[in-house]
């Protein structure tokens, strides 16, 4: 893999990205390094690399392209099918690897048993996730210890990214939004500096205050997306603190020639693990919170459930009552917001009280002419 690593150029990377759609190659480069529950990070650079070398590495042929693409597909699917059919046997799997890459416009897939026993191994051997032929139930499944989260939602993307862009003629009926946050530009340059354990230097505008832009040299941890914005999360240098900067709010970042020792005991993922978007602070205790809605809105929080934490307590054709723990943030107050027309928060008061207050206000504002 270092042998290929060394002949990528930089002109055939850019050559690569110039002439295919940028969008693909950006979201799926930035998706993948944020990747972060991968044991070590031995096996997340293989990983990294292992993808690179699937989309990003000069070949010879578009068909040399394609046959990478579909054999990540190939995994991707492997995957959800055994994960969703334990012991699912070789017929089953082949037929359905059959189908479902028919639907996705892949007929010259050959499909023949060494192709798909290597698939197998090469997700045991990138992912990390181990399937297994049981011979009692002559049939493959999921190690119970290599269950996988954010490898799943990552692929999840790849395969519906790649789906868009493999498709002509779809921009009609194919809509995704057009819009787009400001300060992703800066993404690359921070994925560097985390790699590299490199400080940064940014300029940083606070919203909502009259106060000038005001410099900050950073140790950057991570970055971390939420409801559509980019934030790099780091410690201030000389300082114990850990802050979040909105990549919107940042101007004349630099990647500064000094290095610094990450703390092993800092856990990005744990510290948002009670967390509704980007506040983490330990200044908002992990609480429990009692929501209940209508039917309608229980049929959304079902398929897209508000936080990782939550419990279906009543779920009737009249009322869908949730619990939650976590931090209680402004994040978590705007989401709720946008459901307020069933909403009732039933614990804790404080939060009741809260989300009373705001609707109180925007009714006085909002009140006929």
Known sequence: MSILVKRVKRKQILSFILHRNKTFVFVFCITLETIRPLPNKTQRLYVFVFFYSLFLFPVKSNRSTMSRIHSLQRCLLIIQKIESTPYINFAELTSYLEQELHI?????????????????QDIRTEFSIDIIYCRRNQGYYIDGDSRYSNIERFLDSVDMLSSLNSEAGIHSFVLPEKHRPMGTQHLQSLIKAIKRNSRISFSYLVYGTEQPPFSRVLEPYAVKECRGRWYVIGRTKGRDDMKTYGLDRINDLIILNETFTKDDTIDIP???????????SDEFPVEDVILSFDARDGSYL???????????ITDTKDKFVIRLQLRITLDLVMELMSRSWSLEVIEPLSLRKQIYDICKSALERNMPI
Do not use: M, N, V
Not at 109 to 118: A, E, K
């Open 104 to 120: 996705r416009g892949i007929y010259d897939t050959g499909l023949s048993r060494s192709t798909i026993q290597r698939d197998i």
């Open 270 to 280: 744990e510290k948002f693990k009670h967390s509704f978007g980007i506040y983490s």
């Open 302 to 312: 079902k398929s897209l459930p508000l936080h990782h934490s939550q419990e279906i």
